[in-house]
């Protein structure tokens, strides 16, 4: 699993980058599997891959991240998310809530705010002249 840490404005530039790229390389994709005859026998060859690639990537199979630094559970859903995407946002927002979620990862969360403190308070080194 991949994991980013943000604030919320850089989070969500960094989203709605990768959601723009994406809708654009699939209307490309689209367009050159339409675009002759040869290639419309290639996207019916090709078809269950991609269209496993496709569930792989659907925001509706894993709708939601959880916000962390907070005494419990708080998923976020995306704002265009169908009702398949926000029930599976409340999906994971019950399994974090009954597998004790905050008592496992609230202390490491402690420890790694520790470390930024800790790292923020330290004095600048001076550049290499």
Request: zero cysteines.
């Amino acid at each position: 699993v991949d994991v980013i840490v943000t604030d919320g404005f850089t989070g969500n530039v960094a989203l709605k980058t990768a959601e723009g790229t994406a809708r654009y390389i699939s209307s490309l994709l689209r367009e050159a599997l339409t675009s002759t005859l040869q290639a419309k026998l290639g996207a019916a060859i090709a078809m269950p891959a991609l269209k496993a690639m496709r569930a792989k990537i659907d925001p509706s199979a894993i709708n939601g991240g959880p916000l962390l630094g907070l005494n419990g559970v708080v998923v976020k859903s995306h704002g265009g998310a169908d009702a398949r995407g926000f029930g599976n946002a409340i999906r994971i927002a019950a399994d974090m809530a009954r597998s004790d979620y905050i008592a496992k990862v609230g202390p490491n969360l402690a420890r790694v705010s520790a470390m930024f403190e800790t790292a923020a308070a330290a004095p600048a080194e001076e550049p290499a002249q």
